[in-house]
C-alpha cells in the first residue's frame, strides 16, 4: 500500500520559512504528479505547487516566487521551501501523489503564520 507522509509544518512568524517534506512508501510505480495542496478554514482545497510528468511545475499565483517545490526522485520525496511567508498561508498542507491507477493523500500538516 503506498502512503505519503508530511513533517516540517509549525508556527512561525510573518516573513519567516518553512520547509515541508513529504515521503512516499510502498510500491510505487510510474508517478505522474506529486506535490502539495493546502485548505484554510472554511475554504475548499487548493494546488499550492506540484510536480508533473516531465518535471512540469504548476503552483498557485499566490505562492509565485516565494514558494519552491523540489523533488528527489531517489527517495521519492518532495520538498516544499516557504519563504516570505504571509498569514494568509496559514492552512493544513497536504501531500498528494499521483499515478495513472490511483492518488493518495497524507494526512497534513499545519502551518500557521502569526505574530
Known sequence: QVQVVESGGGLVQPGGSLRL??????????????GWYRQAPGKQRELVEEVRSGSITIYADSVKG????SRDNAKNTVYLQMNSLKPEDTAVYYCNLRTQLYGVWGQGTQVTVSS
Open 21 to 34: 517534506s513529504c515521503a512516499a512508501s510502498g510500491r510505487i510505480y510510474s508517478i505522474n504528479a506529486m
Open 66 to 69: 516565494r514558494f519552491t517545490i
